[in-house]
């Protein structure tokens, strides 16, 4: 164990509300159970499900730390009881289930992933909740497959981002959507063969030219609401709709003749709160496909912008306003 301040700061709010309730605080450093470890935070990555918390409609799950965070990178700096395979002083980054913004935060040793070779602990920050929620939803759930076609609605996030770069790495068709030339631009640099404008174009009509009339085998959706419909014309038949997040709303009339005509799959998960066992299956399977490819740099993470602790309202102001494309990223230093 290394030598541990007597105090931390993090990033508390007082209530639930808009980015400007958002503080630097300081409090305790979490205790270490027995299977986890205590990591010095370099870096956290900013995700939205940490703005749905903050202004009240994402709490975290019971046991969670009350701090916001889903992903960080830095060192171990105290090993839990039951721990073999991490030491002291070691880097690493790991899925959290909150108290990720903050200058220690614990976590499971079954979430904990070596730093890729070649990238620095800043960009490590980025890759856990991304490459935890893709490779579950689009290869898990989704079954992607050999040869079949994907799409990912919000392709200049940084799960959209996520997506592009790793389903293209196994050589699928990729299409994306996006909101502007400049994302559109953004998404087809980093993998996307077409980038929709769906603010200019309809994603529907374009799917179906690109696919001569069959549409795409797989749909990652962060929307949902009233593109849930266009989204199954937009669907081969026995195709697979995954449902990650709900910008759109969460209530939608569907007409299920046409799911039940042509086999359609609509299925959705989320991660947070879901048990160690399916997260460490997950964690072992990024290592044996994925993390070859970041170390080989096949695939690269994009950082946006980086943030300080006393900038954290502003960089949910960025997420929120949805100026970013690919992560972004607080640092403790």
């Not at 990033?11 to 450093?29: N, T």
């Not at 990652?220 to 709900?246: H, N, S, T």
């Not at 939608?252 to 959705?268: H, K, N, P, S, Y």
Request: hydrophobic share 40%; with cysteine; net charge neutral.
């Amino acid at each position: 164990m290394v030598n541990l301040p007597a105090s931390m700061r993090y990033v508390g709010q007082q209530a639930s509300g808009g980015p400007e309730v958002l503080a630097v605080m300081e409090g305790e450093i979490p205790s270490v159970e027995v299977g986890e470890v205590l990591i010095r935070v370099v870096a956290a990555g900013i995700n939205r499900p940490d703005c749905f918390q903050r202004a009240g409609f994402y709490p975290p799950p019971a046991g969670a730390s009350p701090i916001m965070g889903l992903e960080v990178a830095g060192y171990i700096a105290k090993v839990g009881e039951g721990v073999s395979d991490w030491q002291v002083g070691d880097p690493c980054s790991a899925l959290v289930t909150g108290g990720g913004y903050a200058e220690y935060c614990t976590a499971p040793q079954e979430t904990l992933l070596p730093i890729p070779e070649g990238m620095s602990l800043v960009e490590a920050a980025t890759l856990p909740e991304t490459f935890y929620t893709v490779w579950s939803n689009v290869f898990q759930r989704g079954q992607l497959k050999n040869k079949e076609t994907f799409l990912v609605q919000g392709g200049s996030s940084g799960i959209g981002s996520t997506a592009i770069q790793l389903v293209s790495a196994f050589g699928h068709r990729v299409f994306a959507t996006a909101g502007s030339l400049e994302k559109c631009a953004f998404c087809e640099k980093i993998g996307a063969e077409r980038a929709i404008n769906y603010r200019q174009e309809d994603f529907v009509s374009v799917i179906k030219e690109l696919t001569a009339n069959q549409g795409v085998d797989v749909i990652l959706d962060m929307v949902a609401g009233d593109y849930l419909p266009r989204e199954l014309k937009a669907l081969k038949d026995e195709g697979r709709i995954v449902i990650i997040a709900f910008l759109g709303g969460s209530k939608v009339q569907v007409d299920f003749a046409e799911v039940m005509r042509r086999r359609l799959t609509i299925t959705g998960s989320t991660l947070r709160a879901r048990e160690l066992t399916f997260k460490k299956k997950i964690r072992d399977e990024l290592l044996k496909h994925v993390w070859p490819l970041l170390s080989a740099g096949k695939i690269k993470t994009h950082i946006y912008q980086q943030f300080t602790l006393e900038q954290a309202g502003l960089a949910h102001r960025v997420m929120e306003e949805s100026r970013h494309m690919g992560k972004l990223v607080l640092t403790m230093e």
